[in-house]
Nanobody
Framework: VQLVESGGGLVQAGGSLTLSCAAS????????MTWYRQAPGKQRELVAS????????NYSDSVKGRFTISRDNAKNTMYLQMNSLKPEDTAVYYC???????????WGQGTQVTVSS
């Protein structure tokens, strides 16, 4: 099983980035997918989640209205469109896959997002 994040980088405040999480080795459609992030010295926090079919989406209050989570089940890939980025969005972003019965849970290696002021 592999979850591979990409798309991170350095961006100025107010800018945009799109993260991708490509999954392999799993039946993607039976997994709910989630983006988490962890800033230096802080606990990992949930950013956004999306249901198996893509119809159920949830966001943390800190990103609501600025970030959009989506998935393409045909490509086994999840995305996070991040707009109006703020310095406080700086973190390592991780993708997570959890099976419908919660028996299987997988993490990617993370991708760094740095927002300069």
């Amino acid at each position: 099983v592999q979850l591979v994040e990409s798309g991170g980088g350095l961006v100025q405040a107010g800018g945009s980035l799109t993260l991708s999480c490509a999954a392999s080795g799993i039946t993607f459609t039976v997994y709910a997918m989630t983006w988490y992030r962890q800033a230096p010295g802080k606990q990992r926090e949930l950013v956004a989640s999306i249901g198996r079919g893509g119809g159920s989406r949830n966001y943390s209050d800190s990103v609501k209205g600025r970030f959009t989570i989506s998935r393409d089940n045909a490509k086994n890939t999840m995305y996070l469109q991040m707009n109006s980025l703020k310095p406080e969005d700086t973190a390592v972003y991780y993708c997570n896959a959890q099976s419908w019965d919660a028996r299987n849970n997988y993490w990617g290696q993370g991708t760094q997002v740095t927002v300069s002021s």
